[in-house]
T-cell receptor, first 112, second 115 residues
Framework: KQEVTQIPAALSVPEGENLVLNCSFTDSAIYNLQWFRQDPGKGLTSLLLIQSSQREQTSGRLNASLDKSSGRSTLYIAASQPGDSATYLCAVPNQAGTALIFGKGTTLSVSS | NAGVTQTPKFQVLKTGQSMTLQCAQDMNHEYMSWYRQDPGMGLRLIHYSVGAGITDQGEVPNGYNVSRSTTEDFPLRLLSAAPSQTSVYFC??????????????FGSGTQLSVL
């Protein structure tokens, strides 16, 4: 059964720092991986979708990488800002392709 | 484009009451789903649909019913509310019939408390 783990559960950094969030998954036979952002009391917003044939996806200050063979993905945030404070979740499809399996997220706090 | 709209945003029920959480999307998405989010448990799939008239169970379907009579709407019914159903409920949709190929769009959630 696919399991998705995100470490650390929480992270605090000063503004301007570059940071990396980690995501690992147990079954490497995935079609893609998505990174989401969730603000307190809000729904999830998809940030990046990496297909299994890709190794990286970039959007602005965000860069996500995918290494299927090692079962890992990282989300790199450059020059962090207080507005980046949120919970970041990664998710992979289940084997049947009927749903996404989510990690429990990393809660990021960026102080000014 | 409103995206995925969920109503109500907050609801308090007594044990044994029934209610329907509404979800509507205006993006002509085929795939729709319901998740619940609980502290320490993360997001878990309740039910999903790959098109009008087609629904199936997810990981935690007990105590919930769904129907998909139109492409746009995917209501979630709580048959007889229990305190264990206290949670935040999210509706999500994507363009393709699969949850795997496209970005998943979420509603803003319904916070439900069952007393």
């Amino acid at each position: 059964k696919q399991e998705v783990t995100q470490i650390p559960a929480a992270l605090s950094v000063p503004e301007g720092e570059n940071l990396v969030l980690n995501c690992s998954f147990t079954d490497s036979a995935i079609y893609n991986l998505q990174w989401f952002r969730q603000d307190p009391g809000k729904g999830l917003t998809s940030l990046l979708l990496i297909q299994s044939s890709q190794r990286e996806q970039t959007s602005g200050r965000l860069n996500a990488s995918l290494d299927k063979s090692s079962g890992r993905s990282t989300l790199y945030i450059a020059a962090s800002q207080p507005g980046d404070s949120a919970t970041y979740l990664c998710a992979v499809p289940n084997q049947a392709g009927t749903a996404l399996i989510f990690g429990k997220g990393t809660t990021l706090s960026v102080s000014s | 484009n409103a995206g995925v709209t969920q109503t109500p945003k907050f609801q308090v029920l007594k044990t044994g009451q029934s209610m329907t959480l509404q979800c509507a999307q205006d993006m002509n998405h085929e795939y729709m789903s319901w998740y619940r989010q609980d502290p320490g448990m993360g997001l878990r799939l309740i039910h999903y649909s790959v098109g009008a008239g087609i629904t199936d169970q997810g990981e935690v379907p007990n105590g919930y019913n769904v129907s998909r009579s139109t492409t746009e709407d995917f209501p979630l019914r709580l048959l007889s509310a229990a305190p264990s159903q206290t949670s935040v409920y999210f509706c999500a949709s994507s363009y393709s019939r699969s949850a795997t190929n496209e970005k998943l769009f979420f509603g803003s959630g319904t916070q439900l408390s069952v007393l």
